[in-house]
């Protein structure tokens, strides 16, 4: 870059919200239509994430007359309710995820997951703007195809304005109940204190400009520093995967720096990078398991790696690369850090229930669920990954101290067969659940059923 330019990476973004708001939908809205159209192309669907480079973001929001300038490359955007890990996890105190969109769904306002999701971040400091989905099924909705909101607002009739107007008022309020000011968009003068609303469409694209724009707009505008391109690799693994073919690999996100063939990597265990693989871009998606190669790959991208030995790394972790001059026993030392801040955080009296979930986040977000203040619920134990016959030993020891504590609390993880048979042979519960709440739910119930 010219000196006084600033060198900033693409902004990472992630689509949270309660199911069937309509996060998948959004997404295959904004990618869909310029594939559709063959309009400015270069749209690439990553490895748990997609890619929108800045031309195309342009041509998508060409209608707002924005004359903003666009700093960024591009917006990463991370897709799947999967990825919790993402959201959930600081790397060394910085938040993975540059900003969120929270998708409700208009004619539902908040539901348990849209709070839950409010709540992790928060938890994170993330900013966030909310996509007010499926305003075309405002009763009489006219549609705008892929217009601007404010547009697309001036063709309805007055009853579709009033049911807008009170089914907002009506989810404005919901947040204000969660501690939250909110606004929408273009009415909003202190974008900062108050979140603004972009309401949507992800069947006939209302809406979609301005949220794109806001996006982009608000990540260049405050977050130049977070964004400023660094050379010190920054990586994070979302998902650990058997692909036939490549054996156990991990999906990453590069938030910062280049990873190439051949760099050696740790976390958890030392290992080389056998191969970079991204998938065939848009149109070739349907030509089954193949992938593209990559010599190296610079951030901010979607990653699948191959190599020996992934079977042991954790979804949620950071990957460490060893330099020419770095000292391995020393990162490996830092690799573990991850692991060890979460397991600081139970509590060591030793009573408690034994809680397992599928990443480190998510595990991570669960305990400091479990430890707040209006929750309460102690833990002996952790695990990650599905429930195995040697967790229900674990968590059987609590049925001589405390019976209501040998219990599972599994979030978002499979329980073996083997393991359940164990489980009630020795009277372990256990709950399962997608929902953090609900865990909670059914513990408390479980409980007082014990009491009575
Ligand atoms: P997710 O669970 O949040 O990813 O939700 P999906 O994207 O899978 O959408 C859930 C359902 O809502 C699907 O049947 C979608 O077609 C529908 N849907 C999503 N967005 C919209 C929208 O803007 N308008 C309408 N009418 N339906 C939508
Ligand atoms: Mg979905």
């Not at 848009?282 to 790696?305: D, N, S, W």
Request: aromatic share 6%; with cysteine.
């Amino acid at each position: 870059p010219k000196e006084g330019e600033e060198n900033l990476r693409s902004p990472i973004c992630c689509i949270m919200g309660h199911v069937d708001t309509g996060k998948t939908k959004l997404l295959d809205c904004i990618r869909g239509t310029n594939v559709q159209e063959g309009e400015a192309g270069g749209i690439t669907q990553q490895i748990g994430a997609t890619y929108f480079p800045a031309e195309n973001i342009r041509e998508r929001t060409r209608e707002l007359k924005a004359d903003a300038k666009l700093k960024v490359p591009g917006l990463l955007v991370i897709d799947t309710p999967g990825h919790e890990s993402f959201t959930n996890l600081r790397s060394r105190g910085s938040s993975l995820c540059d900003l969120a969109i929270l998708v409700v769904d208009i004619m539902h306002g908040l539901e348990p997951q849209t709070i839950e999701s409010l709540n992790l971040l928060r938890m994170r400091d993330t900013e966030f703007i909310v996509a007010l989905n499926k305003v075309d099924r405002l009763y009489g909705w006219k549609t705008c195809k892929n217009a601007p909101i404010v547009k697309a607002m001036k063709q309805q009739t007055k009853d579709v304005v009033n049911e807008f107007n009170m089914r907002l008022t009506g989810i404005i309020t919901q947040f204000k109940e969660q501690g939250l000011n909110t606004e929408l968009y273009y009415k909003n003068k202190e974008m900062g204190e108050t979140f603004s609303i972009v309401p949507t469409s992800a069947i006939t694209g209302e809406g979609i400009p301005d949220l794109l724009l806001l996006l982009v707009n608000w990540a260049q505008k405050t977050m130049v520093e977070k964004l400023t391109y660094v050379d010190d690799v920054q990586c994070t693994v979302l998902e650990v995967k058997v692909i036939e073919g490549h054996g156990t690999t991990i999906d990453v996100v590069l938030v910062n720096g280049v990873l190439h063939e051949g760099d050696q990597i740790v976390g958890p265990i030392v290992t080389t990078i056998r191969a970079l693989l991204t998938p065939h871009p848009m149109k070739e998606l349907r030509v089954k398991g193949t992938y593209v190669h990559h010599k190296e790959i610079k951030a901010a991208q979607g990653i699948k790696i191959t190599a020996q030995g992934l079977e042991h790394a954790i979804a949620g972790t950071a990957l460490h690369v060893i330099g020419p001059d770095d000292d391995i026993e020393a990162i490996k030392e830092q690799a573990m850090e991850d692991m060890e801040s979460v397991l600081s955080r139970i509590d060591k009296s030793g009573e408690g229930v034994y809680v397992q979930a599928s990443t480190l986040g998510s595990l991570e977000a669960l305990l400091e669920f479990l430890k707040s203040p209006a929750v309460k619920i102690p833990v002996s134990g952790i695990g990650i990954g599905p429930v195995h016959k040697k967790d229900i030993m674990k968590a059987g020891v609590m049925l001589e101290r405390k019976k209501e504590y040998a219990t599972i609390l599994a979030f978002d993880v499979k329980v073996t067969t083997d393991a359940r048979e164990l489980a009630d042979e020795m009277g372990v519960k256990i709950f399962c659940a997608d929902i953090i709440y609900h865990l909670f739910d059914q513990f408390k119930a479980y409980i007082e059923s014990i009491k009575e």
